[in-house]
């Protein structure tokens, strides 16, 4: 009869909200981190051609995400100095104040300097950020609740990217600056109502520990190789699919994030009730999976289906990962996880789309699929070792 009635009672206990004031103004940066970035991101590389050809247009893109990578590194000693508050003040400040600047001058120079300042504010913002929003949610709810965030945080980058050149084309490059830096420095106002936990913790792990610590850097691992696939993916089966098939690769990368939304919300739900550890290996080889069918590019049902089985895999490596490298320290280690976990995700998708252009223009774009999709298997040996792992919080590498 007492089983019974702790039974009862465990069963009816209700789970603990996602939602709070502090997670509503979260999003209010968030979104306003997200849209500036990404309002800038695909007009500042035609701005730059406008004065210096299609090399200054990759060299632009380039500072950017190369100041974003170091940023990644550097956040989070910022954070556990001065605290989660001021480090996104800046970032978020670094973002819009340079966009403002950006017409005033046509010299690459002064374009390149305000890509790496953009860079880094970003880097700021998704790190200091990121950590501040998983200690907002509850632990046995925290894989849903990364899922929500990957939701408001992919709308604005779906709107603003085909915003910010369409803006540049029908009303200038300075109005979508304008809007760019607007959209940054209004969201700061969210920030004095945000928690500053990071300050009330204690000793945390820093980037040089967490490179050392193998429960923190397998995942990072896997999740990079997902990554770097998402790179080729993104770059490359536009080119990849015959000039005909156009159509057909728009109508891929589309399903591919919209997939990829749905399965990172279904994997934070697994990953709540039977663990993240358990989902890493299967994200893995579902994106591997879906590269190797992408292969035969000329064939539109390939192609479709590849993608968007792709997207599945990468939705659950997303989720699963993070999630996994956040139950593995305490709060104090935050930043440092939200910065390894990114510096993944950059460095992978950056990796992924040089390695492969050199590959592709020696084997060919089938040849390149089938071996980026056998090279991603190599993480499956962390993967699968990570598999059964229990959640024990590091306060320290090793």
């Known amino acids: 009869m007492t089983t019974s009635t702790s039974s009862s009672v465990s069963a009816a206990t209700p789970r603990p909200p996602l939602f709070s004031r502090a997670l509503m103004l979260r999003f209010v940066s968030m979104i306003g981190a997200s849209a500036s970035f990404y309002l800038l991101l695909s007009a500042v590389p035609l701005y730059a051609r406008e004065s210096g050809g299609d090399d200054a247009a990759g060299l632009a893109?380039?500072?950017?995400?190369?100041?974003?990578?170091?940023?990644?590194?550097?956040?989070?000693?910022?954070?556990?100095?001065?605290?989660?508050?001021?480090?996104?003040?800046?970032?978020?400040?670094?973002?819009?104040?340079?966009?403002?600047?950006?017409?005033?001058?046509?010299?690459?120079?002064?374009?390149?300097?305000?890509?790496?300042?953009?860079?880094?504010?970003?880097?700021?913002?998704?790190?200091?950020?990121?950590?501040?929003?998983?200690?907002?949610?509850?632990?046995?709810?925290?894989?849903?609740?990364?899922?929500?965030?990957?939701?408001?945080?992919?709308?604005?980058?779906?709107?603003?990217?085909?915003?910010?050149?369409?803006?540049?084309?029908?009303?200038?490059?300075?109005?979508?600056?304008?809007?760019?830096?607007?959209?940054?420095?209004?969201?700061?106002?969210?920030?004095?109502?945000?928690?500053d936990r990071e300050l009330m913790s204690g000793r945390s792990v820093g980037v040089?520990?967490?490179?050392?610590?193998?429960?923190?850097?397998?995942?990072?691992?896997?999740?990079?190789?997902?990554?770097?696939?998402?790179?080729?993916?993104?770059?490359?089966?536009?080119?990849?699919?015959?000039?005909?098939?156009?159509?057909?690769?728009?109508?891929?990368?589309?399903?591919?994030?919209?997939?990829?939304?749905?399965?990172?919300?279904?994997?934070?739900?697994?990953g709540d009730r039977h663990g993240p550890a358990r989902l890493v290996l299967p994200g893995l080889l579902l994106s591997a999976a879906g590269v190797l069918i992408t292969a035969p590019t000329d064939h539109p049902v390939a192609v479709i289906v590849g993608v968007a089985l792709f997207g599945a895999g990468f939705g659950v490596a997303q989720n699963a990962t993070l999630t996994l490298m956040y139950s593995r320290v305490s709060r104090s280690s935050y930043g440092t996880v939200s910065a390894l976990w990114n510096f993944a995700y950059d460095a992978g998708m950056g990796l992924g789309a040089i390695g492969f252009g050199v590959l592709a223009d020696r084997t060919g774009y089938a040849s390149a699929f089938v071996l980026t999709a056998a090279l991603m298997l190599v993480a499956s040996v962390p993967a699968w070792r990570d598999r059964e792992a229990k959640a024990v919080p590091l306060t320290c590498g090793r």
């Open 61 to 195: 893109t380039g500072a950017l995400m190369l100041a974003t990578v170091v940023g990644d590194l550097a956040a989070p000693r910022l954070v556990a100095r001065y605290g989660y508050r001021v480090a996104l003040a800046a970032g978020l400040l670094l973002l819009g104040a340079p966009a403002l600047a950006l017409t005033v001058s046509t010299d690459l120079v002064w374009i390149v300097a305000v890509c790496v300042l953009r860079g880094l504010g970003f880097a700021l913002t998704v790190v200091a950020g990121g950590a501040l929003t998983a200690s907002l949610f509850p632990a046995e709810r925290r894989g849903e609740g990364l899922a929500l965030v990957g939701v408001v945080g992919g709308v604005p980058s779906l709107v603003a990217l085909p915003l910010g050149v369409w803006l540049a084309e029908h009303v200038g490059y300075g109005s979508v600056s304008v809007v760019g830096a607007a959209v940054a420095l209004v969201a700061i106002l969210s920030v004095p109502g945000l928690p």
């Open 208 to 270: 040089v520990a967490g490179l050392r610590t193998g429960a923190l850097v397998r995942p990072a691992v896997v999740f990079s190789a997902s990554a770097l696939a998402a790179g080729i993916v993104v770059t490359f089966v536009p080119l990849a699919v015959p000039s005909s098939l156009t159509g057909v690769a728009t109508a891929a990368l589309f399903g591919q994030q919209a997939v990829s939304t749905v399965a990172r919300w279904v994997a934070g739900r697994l």
